[in-house]
């Protein structure tokens, strides 16, 4: 009997990935970060405002006076540093809190990633959006938060300034806002060229891993030289790439330090005239010179908080595209589930071909943005093209029967192994059907496919486990019996029998201590303990 069912499987249209979200979860932390982050804030402008008390003090000879006030200023930073001491403290443990729960949900999301998405793509492109992206946010959150704080004092000390002269504050404000204006445009031009370096660097870093999976191979066939003058290729590719946008960016800083020069003499010339005519003490004088350069110090805070800025949006962006189906095609499942799953599969005018795909140069990428925000689309630019399609098969027919063993003979590229990963839903057919037991595939939910199914590939991959390890992944409760009985039927006893620690020996990264057709074994007893309805081997006894 069929049933319709509810499923955990994520809502592909409203389900986003939202930092802010992991923040919600742990209010009452981000209230106290929040309260401390206003205590130091406090702290920053009493300091300013105070040392200002302190010089006009001084600057009317009472000494004694101006010591007092210096022990409470003292005094004040002291517990300054202790407040900052519990923040990053606070902070410490709260990121390695939250980057755990952000960093599991990527996880999770990048198994609901099509596999025709892994194969479009290169490793790096994934392990960048799980590894370095959330990373990139929290450092960025980090100093985002501080310079705001830093950005707040900023405006305060320049309202003091201009309590003390509205002209000088006046020349200081336009420093502002012109410099500003400057570090906007440079961060707008920037960003464009960023997301290609992205692009270049993970296209080296998956090369690189490549290089070092590669290591019997490259060795084996003397490929030595051929593969370092590749990896110097890429490298040099992305590292010239990187050059000139890191001195397209310094231009452009040299130009707004350029300007905020002129600016800051500026104010200082018209200090001076205003003394030589008795409109501003030397007192004044002193603290306007003493924190003109808060608006440098504003610059900074300014340029951090737009670069924190956008290395957020980007980061977010590229983990978002793990989530929104549209780079990275999602799998999809139905809701209708079986309690058991007898195995009769049937293939019904089913087409199928390989897409091939272009990635988009970033400065077209950012064209149509800019057009699209003109013209008021909203719909999403495409980061790639489509450059053709291979046709597998199409009006392909056939059928299965429960409890039967049926094999797909016929030359390389034919088509059995994207047979095998259709009927697992590992690819999804352009046109036609299949079905299992008389339901669309496309019907069942995921338990219910999946946990019918189980795939035994012709390279399986073996995880950096024990071989238990490897085997409790298809069935954590697996029973010892159970497990030396896929073992057994695997034909693997024998090898394990010779080994000191037996079961609990370490396979290395990709099963790299074992031979081709011992990986094979312990692929196909781990597909055994799973005990699926469907068992599909992939030339999985090659080796």
């Known amino acids: 009997m069929i ?14 990935f939202h930092f802010w979200q ?3 979860q742990h209010k009452g932390i981000v209230a106290l970060m929040l309260f401390l982050q206003f205590l130091l804030l406090v702290s920053a402008v009493f300091q300013t405002i105070y040392f200002a008390n302190i010089i006009e003090t001084i600057t009317e000879k009472a000494y004694f006076l101006a010591m007092r006030k210096l022990l409470i200023y003292l005094i004040e930073s002291l517990a300054r540093l202790a407040i900052n001491l519990i923040y990053n403290t ?27 998405s892994y194969a479009n793509h290169s490793s790096a492109n994934f392990t960048q959006r799980i590894d370095n992206d959330p990373l990139i946010i929290f450092n960025s959150l980090s100093n985002l938060v501080n310079t705001i704080s830093m950005l707040i004092n900023g405006i305060i000390v320049i309202g003091y300034i201009c309590f003390i002269s509205w002209q000088v504050g006046l020349v200081l404000v336009l420093t502002v806002l012109v410099c500003g204006a400057i570090e906007t445009y440079r961060k707008r031009k920037v960003k464009a060229k960023r997301k290609e370096e992205y692009r270049r660097e993970e ?14 191979d490259v060795k084996s066939l003397n490929l030595e030289n051929n593969l370092k003058n590749s990896v110097e290729r890429n490298y040099d590719e992305y590292q010239n790439f990187s050059v000139s946008t890191a001195i397209y960016n310094d231009a452009w800083w040299v130009f707004r330090l350029a300007v905020y020069s002129v600016f800051g003499v500026g104010a200082l ?11 501003m003490t030397i007192a004044s004088f002193i603290i306007v010179n003493t924190n003109r350069d808060r608006c440098s110090q504003l610059m900074t805070v300014y340029e951090t908080i737009m670069q924190s800025t956008t290395d957020i949006k980007l980061a977010t962006e590229r983990i978002s595209e793990l989530y929104e189906d549209d780079e990275y095609e999602l799998e999809k499942f139905g809701h209708v589930t079986r309690k058991h799953i007898k195995g009769r599969i049937e293939f019904k005018n089913v087409g199928f ?9 970033a400065k077209d990428i950012l064209a149509e943005k800019r057009a699209n925000k003109r013209k008021k689309i909203k719909a999403k630019v495409p980061t790639r093209v489509e450059v053709g399609k291979n046709k597998v098969f199409e009006n392909l027919n056939f ?39 008389g339901v669309n595939i496309n019907s069942l939910d995921k338990e219910c496919l999946r946990g019918s199914i189980a795939l035994v590939n012709q390279s399986p991959y073996i995880f950096d486990l024990t071989i238990r390890g490897n085997l409790l992944l298809a069935k954590p409760d697996a029973t010892d019996a159970e497990i030396e009985q896929v073992i057994k039927d695997s034909a693997l006893d024998e090898f394990i029998a010779t080994l000191a620690r037996g079961l609990d020996t370490r396979v290395g990264e990709s099963g790299i201590k074992l031979s081709g057709g011992q990986k094979q074994r312990l692929a196909i007893a781990r597909a055994l303990l799973k005990k699926s309805s469907i068992i599909l081997f992939d030339e999985s006894t090659s080796s």
């Open 3 to 16: 049933n319709q069912t509810k499923t955990n499987e994520r809502n592909i249209k409203d389900k986003k």
């Open 22 to 24: 992991y923040f919600q």
């Open 90 to 116: 606070v902070w410490h443990k709260f990121r390695v809190l939250v980057s755990k729960e952000m960093g599991v949900d990527i996880i999770q999301q990048s198994f609901v990633v099509a596999s025709k």
């Open 203 to 216: 296209k080296y870093s998956s090369l690189l891993v490549e290089v070092v999976r590669s290591e019997r």
């Open 269 to 279: 010339i018209l200090s001076v005239l205003f003394m030589h005519k008795g409109l």
């Open 353 to 361: 071909s390989y897409t091939e795909y272009r990635a988009r140069d």
């Open 399 to 437: 059928s299965i029967e429960p409890n039967t063993t049926v094999a797909f003979v016929g030359k390389s590229g034919s088509g059995k192994s994207t047979i095998l990963n259709l009927i697992s839903k590992m690819y999804v057919v352009d046109s036609g059907k299949i079905t299992i037991d």
